[in-house]
């Protein structure tokens, strides 16, 4: 296995509920596992449900990008490392990885913008001081690493010379 | 011939849905994840183009999503209970796979906003699956004359505004 140079603060595996008629993890249980290394960024910046329930905020998903790179089945052991890719005053730009972590290939990323927000209200809520310092000291040491090639992607047919046809999620 | 082989109007698909209470947590958000479930429930779209159960089950084919990009337009306004519509435009397709947009908008009567206010949406690649290798395989000619027939209808839409996205702050 090899390190990887983002955070790796979150793992977990697939769980029998997670499986559709296809037999394999479904779709939006991708996203759900990715909302949970989410969690595990906040907490890890000092942005825990405690502390945001006391002030009545949410980190809310405003626009996601999932690639879904191979599959995995039910028990499958699961790895989850973090980029940050931004972050302003109250809005955060992350890129997650998925991989199998028992023959060790990428099976999915998540890219997503998510927005700090009142629960009352709706509007946006700038970060505690700490967490934006803790986010942009993180933001600070990723930008200066390869920026993944699965970010930045836009959803689409791409019509190259006999065009990929990989096996799929 | 159908109708859509005659070259008749077949129009957006459109399906009434219910963002079920046990999709929203204890804050009442809806969590993206539920989102996701709530668009890969699919649309009239599959039949239309004979991506049926039986063609499934008979042909050992299936689909998988290798893609996806969502947009919320608004984080916490939905409400449980909400009725919703989702439409579904086919954008693109080529011999293997398509590529279609969702959208999520209030029903009639909906409590966090006007009806047809667009709410999310769900932009996706989907993969045609030969299930005995679990890898892309070619349509029939007859679903993908069914596809360039649903294409030619659904281009007088334009191209929505959420799709070719890329996430970024």
Do not use: C
Request: glycine share 8%; charged share 25%; proline share 5%.
């Amino acid at each position: 296995m090899t390190e990887s140079p983002h955070l790796e603060i979150h793992d977990g595996h697939v769980l029998p509920e997670w499986i559709d008629f296809n037999g394999h993890m479904n779709v939006a249980f991708y996203v759900l596992a990715f909302e949970e290394a989410t969690e595990a960024l906040a907490a890890h910046v000092g942005l825990s449900p405690d502390r945001m329930e006391a002030a009545g905020t949410t980190l809310a998903v405003v626009e996601g990008h999932v690639t879904y790179d191979q599959e995995v089945m039910e028990g499958d052991p699961l790895r989850f490392t973090t980029l940050v890719a931004g972050v302003d005053a109250h809005r955060l730009h992350v890129f997650h990885e998925m991989f199998q972590n028992r023959d060790h290939f990428l099976s999915s990323t998540n890219e997503l913008l998510l927005a700090h927000i009142s629960l009352e209200s709706g509007e946006p809520v700038p970060f505690p001081d700490d967490v934006k310092a803790a986010l942009e000291e993180i933001a600070h040491q990723h930008a200066a690493l390869p920026r993944p090639d699965k970010m930045g992607r836009v959803v689409g047919i791409r019509r190259k010379p006999a065009a990929a046809a990989g096996g799929g999620a | 011939m159908s109708a859509a082989e005659a070259g008749e109007p077949i129009g957006l698909f459109e399906r009434d849905d219910t963002l079920e209470p046990r999709w929203f947590d204890a804050k009442g958000r809806l969590r993206a994840a539920h989102l996701v479930e709530v668009f890969d429930r699919f649309s009239g779209m599959v039949a239309h183009v004979g991506l049926t159960r039986e063609y499934r089950k008979e042909n050992r084919r299936s689909t998988f999503v290798v893609e996806a990009h969502f947009t919320v337009a608004q984080p916490l306004t939905a409400r449980p209970g909400e009725r919703v519509k989702i439409t579904t435009q086919l954008i693109d397709h080529d011999a293997k796979k398509f590529h279609v947009l969702h959208r999520m908008s209030r029903g009639e009567g909906s409590a966090g906003g006007k009806a047809g206010e667009s709410m999310a949406t769900y932009e996706i690649v989907i993969f045609h699956v030969d299930m005995e290798n679990r890898r892309s395989t070619e349509m029939p000619d007859w679903m993908q004359a069914r596809l360039a027939a649903l294409k030619a209808d659904h281009d007088r839409y334009g191209r929505p505004q959420e799709a070719g996205r890329k996430v970024g702050l």
